[in-house]
């Protein structure tokens, strides 16, 4: 099965993105990464750091992984374009993750502002995947800005609540003629199963991974929970009925065999 996902330059097969906070060490990030089959590995700037090499996140990414900076930090649009820019120029490439939150409760992110950001970030030739609440209108204002997918989060970051968003999700996945990549909230592998049978092109996974009692076990059940997904997506799944339905028929066989009380010999006729 030729399955391929389109984004910006690239051709991916894995569909499991990965994030590289709360890992407990960075060395484990490259065997979940190996154990997930995630080809985009998502890290924040102030981590890339080239004068240490234990501390500098980009040293244990995999170099056949796209690496996909993040704005982690920026409070607006001016903000975001500065790490971009300054990600790009520290050969981390021209994909970004754009996030803007100013609100440091829930960590939602400021939709216009991510808006904004995305617009002159893919004027300059990024590949600009935004993180956003999911709402259909912004998500047309960032197909019309030059996203290249748009990343809506399924409840708020680290919180392992899942698909809160559910209904909103699936109308974007239904409305918006680019990728639709949940990121964010899900905590278990039949979560990342749930978004990819609604149809989303992918998902984005850190917290559940980097802080299960075995990442790189876990690395691997979110891989084959996505690849699950996928394929029962492609397959078209069975309608959801009101009523039962029996899986075999229940007349034909019973009746055509004529019980004992009612044959000929039985009643003597």
Known sequence: MNDVLKIGDRELTGRLFLGTGKFSSNRLIPDAVKASGAQVVTVALRRVDPEFAEENIAAFV???????????GARNAQEAVRIARL?????????VKIEVITDN????????????????????GFVVLPY??????VAKKLVDAGAAAVMPLGAPIGSNRGLRTKELIRILVEEIPLPVIVD?????????AEAMEMGAAAVLVNTAIATAADPVVMAAAFGMAVRAGRMACLAGLGEVRDVASASSPL???LRSAASP?????????
Request: hydrophobic letters at 35%; proline letters at 9%; aromatic letters at 6%.
């Open 62 to 72: 995999p170099k056949d992984c796209v690496l996909m900076p993040n704005t982690s």
């Open 87 to 95: 990600a790009r120029a520290a050969g981390c490439g021209n994909w």
């Open 105 to 124: 409760r829930y960590l939602l992110p400021d939709n216009y502002e991510t808006v904004k950001a995305t617009e002159i970030l893919a004027a300059e």
């Open 132 to 137: 956003m609440s999911p709402d259909l209108m």
């Open 184 to 192: 964010a909230g899900i905590g278990r592998p039949s979560e990342a």
């Open 251 to 253: 007349t034909g066989f």
């Open 261 to 269: 009380a009612s044959s000929p010999e039985s009643t003597g006729r």
